[in-house]
């Protein structure tokens, strides 16, 4: 089972604190060491690091893990080959342009025989059903909404649909972002925490690494994590119901809703 991470902020923040607990499980505190990846939006553009070795030997990793790059939405992936081979092709987050922005995205789980024919707009590079599934919703997002970005309560349903769509084919947890929001879909394990003031301190699982937060922000910050499973040992952190995809925003939960309905549901922040 692959790990999946994702942060999306209010102001742009470092994941340095997360990530490091994250990239322990590539193959140090965890198996899952066929190769890791990380995407940073940058306005309108992406900054992404990807790696086929596993991210607790991976120089690339290391460097992420003390380079403090500020982003507003990063999601990050660590590898448990299951379809297509350890190379870089292969290696999530993946990344492609639709409606003049760039997304990515990074699935955690085993699709079986999914293999949707594409019209062509967007063609797998590698051989993973996790690539395959990214351009067959990012085809049908274009097909459905031929003239450009939907308002987001029109985008969520439509992922949503996407979602319950590929998921007959096998578990389908993953995130997608295009820079301005942050899509969560679970199909067995994520897990959120939200971050804000009065900001504590927090305590790594997969590393004996402790940061106090108040001395890291400002009162008005405010930051959402998700990941396969909780990172810090000392927070409370928040399942995501399986079968659900959330949408985060401005570093809070901004909707949710089961894949398999059409409820469009405001959410209130959770504090933790």
């Known amino acids: 089972m692959c790990q999946l991470l994702g942060m999306n902020c209010n102001t742009p923040t470092d994941i340095c604190f997360s ?6 499980r590539g ?16 306005g309108r553009g992406v900054r992404v690091f990807l790696d086929p070795a596993a991210s607790c030997r991976s120089p690339v990793a290391e460097l992420v893990r003390q380079y403090p790059i500020r982003s507003l939405n990063v999601i990050a992936h660590i590898r448990k080959a299951t379809r297509g081979i350890v190379k870089l ?26 293999d949707p024919p594409l019209r062509g707009d967007f063609r797998p590079v590698g051989q993973t059903d996790s690539e395959r599934a990214f351009c067959f919703m990012l085809e049908s997002l274009r097909t459905r909404f031929p003239d450009g970005e939907p308002a987001v309560p029109a985008l969520f349903a439509a992922i949503r649909e996407l979602a319950t769509a590929v998921s007959a ?37 997969d ?3 402790t940061v106090d937060f108040s001395e890291l922000t400002t009162p008005g910050d405010r930051v959402a994590v998700v990941a396969t499973t909780p990172l810090t040992d000392d927070e409370v952190w928040t399942p995501i119901a399986p ?28 504090v933790a």
């Open 27 to 42: 193959g140090l505190t965890d198996v899952h060491g066929d190769g890791w990846g990380i995407a940073f939006f940058e």
């Open 243 to 270: 079968g659900s995809l959330m949408l985060f925003v401005d570093g809070a939960p901004e909707a949710a809703g089961e894949a398999s309905t059409r409820a469009f549901i405001r959410t209130e922040s959770v």
């Open 19 to 24: 990530f490091a607990g994250f990239q322990a």
């Open 207 to 209: 590393q004996d690494i």
């Open 89 to 114: 092709e292969n290696t999530h987050p993946f990344q492609r342009e639709l409606w003049g922005r760039y997304w990515v995205f990074a699935h955690n789980g085993h699709l079986g025989e999914f």
């Open 169 to 205: 084919h096998g578990e389908f947890n993953f995130l997608l972002s295009n820079g301005t929001c942050l899509f969560a879909h679970c199909a067995s394990r994520l897990s959120y925490i939200v971050r804000q003031a009065p900001f504590a301190q927090a305590h790594l699982k």
